[in-house]
């Protein structure tokens, strides 16, 4: 990339990151006034049958998400459509923590941490062929990761999908983010890369990360590159792009 293209993708970066953040009040009022107000500003859905097929198909629909627009706002979508659960890292503030737990919860997703109870009940979810979503573009432990590139670079990637996957090789996978647009956010669902099937652990990883990577090349400037995606590298630290 052009240095100035870089220069002008970062500006756009750090602006979208402060709507972000201004964006959480809203995103976490915590009234089901405010949340039908938020519903009322996602003013378009791209791809809505592929979300449709997948609930009405019965078999169970996993559906990856990404720090891509603003998030918050699938759950002002989604729970209203399918028995919805999430699974979530513990934020490290106890009062962060409960604020954020409270105004999720009002919206009608259910919500597991992730530790090994949480993540029992949201495997089981999945085998029961129910609806279940989860922000995977993380970075894992060396221990529950994998190496695989993203955009290019070497990023510990979870394993956790693929065995999430072959927990119910009959659910079908959908890439989701919710995309800021004039007057409100847009809904998109994408169809996942097919290798994501795979039963080669790196295959299906990097079949993850270039479905990621195909969604966030829509709107680059709304994908939180901040968020520590690439902490680590196979020599143990951070060099830089």
């Known amino acids: 990339m052009l240095p100035e293209l870089q220069r002008r993708l970062a ?9 972000t953040i201004t964006e959480t009040g809203l995103a976490w009022a915590g009234t089901q006034d405010k949340f039908q107000r938020n519903a009322r500003q996602i003013v378009s859905v791209k791809n809505a049958h592929l979300f449709e097929e997948a609930v009405t198909n019965g078999k169970g629909v996993l559906l990856l998400s990404m ?9 002002s979508y989604l729970p ?21 737990l409270k105004a999720r919860l009002s919206c009608g997703v259910q919500l597991v941490s992730s530790n090994r109870e949480g993540v029992e009940t949201f495997i089981q979810h ?16 060396n221990k529950s990761g994998v190496w695989s590139e ?35 956010f847009e809904m998109v669902f994408e169809a996942v890369e097919p290798d994501i099937y795979s039963d080669d652990i790196q295959v299906s990883t990097r079949a993850m990360n270039v479905g990621f990577e195909k969604c966030i090349r829509q709107v ?22």
Not at 11 to 19: E, G, P, W
Not at 67 to 75: I, K, R
Not at 152 to 172: D, R, S, W
């Open 126 to 141: 999945y085998v029961d062929k129910k609806a279940c979503i989860i922000v995977p573009d993380q970075e894992p432990s």
């Open 67 to 75: 720090h891509l627009g603003n998030w918050e706002w699938l759950t």
């Open 11 to 19: 500006l756009q970066s750090v602006q979208q990151t402060c709507k």
């Open 150 to 184: 993203f955009f290019g670079v070497p990023a510990l990637t979870p394993k956790f999908i693929h065995a999430l996957i072959h927990k119910n090789p009959e659910g079908i996978v959908l890439n989701s983010y919710m995309k800021r647009v004039a007057g409100g």
């Open 80 to 100: 209203q459509r399918c028995e919805l659960m999430g699974l979530y890292k513990m934020a490290k503030m106890p009062g962060l923590e409960k604020a954020m």
């Open 220 to 241: 680059p400037s709304q994908y939180q590159w901040e968020y520590k995606r690439f902490k680590k590298n196979k020599e143990g630290f951070y060099k830089g792009l």
